[in-house]
């Protein structure tokens, strides 16, 4: 069955740290790993990763795919109060149908 | 652009009651999914459209559940009748096709008294 692990589940950090959340999975055949942030509302798309080693990046925000490892990590450096989420990973295989981990629950503090 | 359109956007019924969720995606985007997400939890699908047509409904609990999108456009997904367990944020989202990334609505949180 496939499968979606995220970890840590909760991370409390303060303003101006840096944090790395992880990701790993067990999909037949995999096609893209995808990253969303959710704050109280609907999951926001980040990234798409399809291609091992090639790192992605948005601002403060950066991730990269490990097929070998069959994980991916999202980073976040200089965080900000407004980075306090739900941040999800989640696969796709063949059949496009998206396979979500529980989710990291981050809280920024001032 | 405007994006994914849910409505209601929050929704309390007692029990055994009927209830209903309508979903109008992204102009052109030929893929709809709806999701159930549980407190703590991520997503999971409950059924995905590719134009008019259901591909994948494994994970819908067809006793209960239905689901319509006719003309390929908006869709609607149905609850008869509802139980406790059915509490839940259900998510629409849409893609263009099938292996580009998916854009979600802002869901409707469903209460079951």
């Known amino acids: 069955e496939d499968k979606v692990v995220q970890s840590p589940l909760s991370l409390v950090v303060h303003e101006g740290d840096t944090v790395t959340l992880n990701c790993s999975y067990e999909?037949?055949?995999?096609?893209?790993l995808l990253w969303y942030k959710q704050e109280k509302k609907a999951p926001t798309f980040l990234f798409m990763l399809?291609?091992?080693?090639i790192e992605k990046k948005s601002g403060r925000l950066s991730s990269i795919l490990d097929k070998k490892e069959l994980s991916s990590i999202l980073n976040i450096t200089a965080t900000q109060t407004g980075d306090s989420a739900i941040y999800l990973c989640?696969?796709?295989?063949?059949?496009?149908?998206?396979?979500f981990g529980q989710g990291t629950t981050l809280q920024v503090k001032p | 652009e405007a994006g994914v359109v849910q409505s209601p956007r929050y929704k309390i019924i007692e029990k055994k009651q009927p209830v209903a969720f309508w979903c109008n995606p992204i102009?052109?985007?030929?893929?709809l999914y709806w999701y159930r997400q549980n407190l703590g939890q991520g997503p999971e699908l409950l059924i995905r459209?590719?134009?008019?047509?259901?591909?994948?409904d494994s994970q819908l609990p067809k006793d209960r559940f239905s689901a319509e999108r006719l003309k390929g456009v908006d869709s609607t997904l149905k609850i008869q009748p509802a139980e406790l367990g059915d509490s839940a944020v259900y998510l629409c989202?849409?893609?263009?096709?099938?292996?580009?990334?998916?854009?979600f609505g802002p869901g409707t949180r469903l209460t079951v008294l």
């Open positions: 399809t291609s091992s080693g």
């Open positions: 989202a849409s893609s263009l096709d099938r292996s580009t990334e998916q854009f």
């Open positions: 999909v037949t055949n995999f096609r893209s």
């Open positions: 102009s052109g985007h030929n893929t």
């Open positions: 989640a696969t796709v295989g063949n059949t496009g149908k998206l396979i």
């Open positions: 459209y590719e134009n008019e047509e259901a591909v994948d």
